[in-house]
């Protein structure tokens, strides 16, 4: 990818206008009997678990992933999502929509 692209995806961000969230809709859910609730440490009061995978790890992620220095057997360097909650934010889920879509359209 050129850089001319990736800028355009992380701008995307302040673009997209958030939207009004519903508890347990479309765009937001919360399980609180899983029993890995919260997964990630963090300071967001509606925690989501919508994207309890992220839709991003196999590729640009606009949240806050580490890269880690071991190497798997494939030769792939591991991702570690760990301390990054993005996809948890509601805020982030038009954002995340879009940017799927644009990735799509490529």
Excluded: A
């Excluded at 990630?40 to 890269?67: A, N, Q, V, W």
């Amino acid at each position: 990818m050129n850089n001319v692209v990736i800028e355009s995806r992380m701008d995307m961000y302040d673009k997209i206008s958030t939207i009004n969230i519903c508890k347990n809709s479309s765009v937001f859910f919360q399980n609180y009997e899983c029993e890995y609730y919260p997964c990630h440490r963090t300071d967001i009061k509606d925690f989501s678990c919508l994207f309890c995978f992220c839709p991003m790890y196999y590729t640009l992620c606009l949240g806050t992933p580490e890269y880690s220095e071991y190497i798997d057997i494939k030769d792939s360097i591991i991702k570690d999502c760990s301390g990054c909650d993005f996809p948890h934010d509601p805020d982030n889920y038009p954002v995340i929509i879009e940017f799927l879509k644009l990735l799509l359209t490529e």
